[in-house]
């Protein structure tokens, strides 16, 4: 974990997610963590340098090692009990320092790296990011009202594939789509609301030209960063989702595409 202190601006979390110190995503890590320092505090996670384990084990349950129940539940009980492994209780604690969330990956095999999907797996854990119910509807906190709400995220992927083949009729897939589980699934479930994606499209091909002119479009978005509005994901407590958590047929009516959880589509 690397540590800038500005006292009178926000926390950003830096989630870094590749294992070449050499690599694209090495240069755009060390350039992106140095630009946003400039007006934020920030806590890093470079999970390959600090040789995080995303294997979730029965260990991490702390004394509810063996105790009967699901997973996740127990995984609630070890938070409030304060049995959750030192590497968990760190990663969740940089969580709630930071107002921003900065997560940087490859695309391999149409998703994020297995190391990136172990740190949501361990560390996003009931108690912490979600599992609470609101009193007054009985509805459970999730889906915009989770226990991470109040943060916001910008998800920086390079693909070694064009902007056609992964774009909205592209051969491989629309990568909005591709990574809803992320966007939608993990941090709009537990609270957090992202922007819209930015893309290192071609990554394995790119120039030194084309990797400045890709450096400098990072640094001028994390510069304009504050200034953009997030994804308008529908909230559960809303009443969109009635009876089955199904959107309501009126909504988006005869759609089934992932779209129609954003408002307005």
Do not use: C
Not at 145 to 151: E, N
Not at 213 to 225: A, F, K, T, V
């Amino acid at each position: 974990m690397t540590a800038s202190t500005h006292p009178e601006t926000q926390t950003a979390l830096w989630v870094y997610a590749h294992p070449r110190g050499s690599s694209l995503n090495a240069h755009v890590y060390r350039e992106g963590v140095s630009t946003l320092a400039q007006d934020h505090r920030i806590l890093t996670s470079d999970l390959y340098a600090q040789g995080f384990d995303p294997v979730l084990r029965e260990s991490d349950l702390g004394r509810f090692s063996g105790s009967p129940g699901g997973v996740a539940d127990l995984l609630g009980e070890a938070f409030t009990e304060q049995q959750l492994l030192p590497d968990v209780r760190e990663e969740q604690w940089k969580i709630a320092e930071a107002e921003l969330l900065v997560l940087q990956f490859p695309l391999w095999w149409y998703g994020m790296p297995a190391i990136l999907k172990g740190w949501f797996d361990r560390v996003l854990t009931a108690g912490f990011a979600h599992g609470e119910v609101d009193p007054r509807t009985g509805l459970p906190l999730r889906y915009g009202d989770g226990g991470l709400s109040g943060r916001r995220a910008l998800i920086i992927v390079t693909a070694g594939e064009d902007a056609r083949s992964i774009g909205p009729r592209g051969i491989s897939g629309d990568l909005d789509s591709l990574l809803f589980p992320l966007t939608h699934g993990a941090l709009w479930y537990s609270g957090v609301e992202t922007y819209a994606l930015h893309t290192i499209y071609d990554a394995d091909d790119l120039d030194t030209e084309r990797v400045d002119d890709e450096i400098q479009r990072l640094r001028d978005r994390l510069r304009g960063l504050s200034d953009e509005r997030t994804r308008p994901f529908r909230r559960l407590s809303d009443g969109q989702y009635r009876g089955t958590r199904a959107l309501h047929p009126d909504l988006a009516p005869g759609r089934t595409d992932l779209g129609i959880d954003l408002a307005g589509d």
